[in-house]
C-alpha cells in the first residue's frame, strides 16, 4: 500500500479531479470497483502463492484493498491538507485494527 501511496503522493489535485468524475458516473464506479476487486485476488493470489493458506489470504487481501480505497477516499476528500496518503493509509489500518 505504501509504494502506491509514493507513486500517487504527488498527484493529489489529479486524484481529486480522478475520484470527482468517477463519482459521477455510475459506469466509472462499477469499472472502478471491478478493478479494486481484480486487485483484491491478484492479492490474494500473490499470498497464497507464498504460503498463506485460506481464509487468511482473501481476508488479508480484501482487507488491505479496503484499508486502500478507504484511506484513498478520505486523502482526495478532505478539505484543506489532508495530509499524505501514506498517514491516511496508516491510520485506516491503525482504525482497522482497533476494530478487530
Known sequence: ????????????????RRAAIIAANPGLQERELH??????????????ERGTHEPVASLAAQSA????QVAFTQWV?????PGSLADCIA???????ALV
Open 77 to 81: 476528500g478532505t478539505v484543506g491538507d
Open 35 to 48: 478493478k479494486l476487486t481484480k486487485m483484491a485476488a491478484m492479492a490474494a493470489t500473490a499470498l497464497r
Open 65 to 68: 484493498v479496503t484499508v486502500f
Open 1 to 16: 500500500m505504501n509504494a502506491a501511496a509514493g507513486l500517487l503522493e504527488g498527484r493529489h489535485d489529479h486524484a481529486v
Open 91 to 97: 491510520r485506516t489500518a491503525a482504525e482497522l485494527r
